[in-house]
């Protein structure tokens, strides 16, 4: 079975400073991976995905994702935190190849301190 | 603008009065699910429907019941809520099975219900 795990519940960083929010998954095949943000009293709002191609991928509001086979990891980074990052990150994966269910994380919360 | 409506945004309601909860996309698209969001267990897949007609159980089925009955529309019903279905619960849409790679996922923004 497919899982994705986050394991920081809340990361906090300084407006300014680099951020990294945390993603390992498990999947058969080759994995497809994404980065979805929430914010308060929003639905889900997708950012990036992997599906092949260059590990580091370029997304939305200047976020990126490196995508690390050896260590099964999709980890989403930003260089310069902004305090309106603030929000709820999920990480999903799903399998290639036909119908593949798709797995979320069950999210990590970006504190950025002005 | 292409987007997932769903309504209502907030409903509270009382064990067993059956409710449904509508969801509706402009982007043609054939894949739609719905999830419901809870502390500490993120995103669960409730049902989903790769097309007019065909649904299936995701991870967290009992309780709900869906329909596809036209492309654009794919509502949730509960035949007898009960306090455990508090939740958030969203419907997605993708181009998911259309031939494109493109698996984003297009949410609703959300209906919070509250069961008595």
């Known amino acids: 079975a497919q899982s994705v795990a986050q394991p920081e519940d809340q990361v906090n960083v300084a407006e300014g400073n680099p951020l990294t929010v945390k993603c390992t998954y498990s999947?058969?095949?080759?994995?497809?991976l994404f980065w979805y943000v929430q914010y308060p009293n929003r639905g889900l709002q997708f950012l990036l995905k992997?599906?092949?191609?260059?590990?580091l991928v370029k997304g939305s509001y200047g976020f990126e994702a490196e995508f690390n086979k050896s260590q099964t990891s999709f980890h989403l980074k930003k260089p310069s935190a902004l305090v309106s990052d603030s929000a709820l990150y999920f990480c999903a994966v799903r399998g290639s190849g036909g119908y593949q269910k798709v797995t979320f994380g069950i999210g990590t919360k970006l504190q950025v301190i002005p | 603008e292409a987007q997932v409506t769903q309504n209502p945004r907030y409903l509270i309601t009382v064990t067993g009065k059956k409710l449904t909860v509508t969801c509706s996309q402009n982007m043609n698209h054939e894949y739609m699910s719905w999830y419901r969001q809870d502390p500490g267990l993120g995103l669960r897949q409730i049902y989903y429907s790769m097309n007019v007609e065909v649904t299936d159980k995701g991870d967290v089925p009992e309780g709900y019941k869906v329909s596809r009955k036209e492309k654009r529309n794919f509502p949730l019903i509960l035949e007898s809520p009960s306090p455990n279905q508090t939740s958030l619960y969203f419907c997605?849409?993708?181009?998911?099975?259309?031939?494109?790679?493109?698996?984003?996922?297009?949410f609703g923004s959300g209906t919070r219900l509250t069961v008595v």
């Open positions: 997605a849409s993708s181009l998911e099975g259309q031939g494109a790679r493109n698996y984003g996922y297009t």
């Open positions: 992997y599906i092949t191609g260059d590990n």
């Open positions: 999947v058969s095949g080759n994995p497809y």
